[in-house]
């Protein structure tokens, strides 16, 4: 295998630990700011925003990881076909 492929690779594992890390981080931070947690207006005020912001954090993540499969995909494809010695 190429130092190429296995640069991607390594890219792509780090991508899905990171993306991983992030959605522990979202569900921590719903924990420690649910209604029975955490009461008052600035509670409400701060759920509210989060729920926005939340949704966008939780899209981006879901886009990169499938963004992350195509790749993942398609370096195996080429992997395929250079062993079967097709071109590219």
Not at 48 to 77: F, N, S
């Amino acid at each position: 295998m190429s130092e190429r492929v296995e640069e991607c690779r390594r890219d792509l594992a780090n991508l899905k630990r990171f993306a991983d890390e992030i959605d522990r981080t979202l569900d921590a931070v719903d924990a420690t700011s649910g209604h029975n947690v955490w009461k008052g207006p600035a509670a409400d005020n701060f759920r509210e925003e989060w729920g926005r912001k939340r949704k966008k954090l939780h899209d981006t993540l879901e886009a990169a990881r499938g963004q992350r499969a195509k790749i993942l995909r398609r370096v195996q494809e080429e992997e395929e076909k250079k062993k079967k010695g097709e071109p590219k």
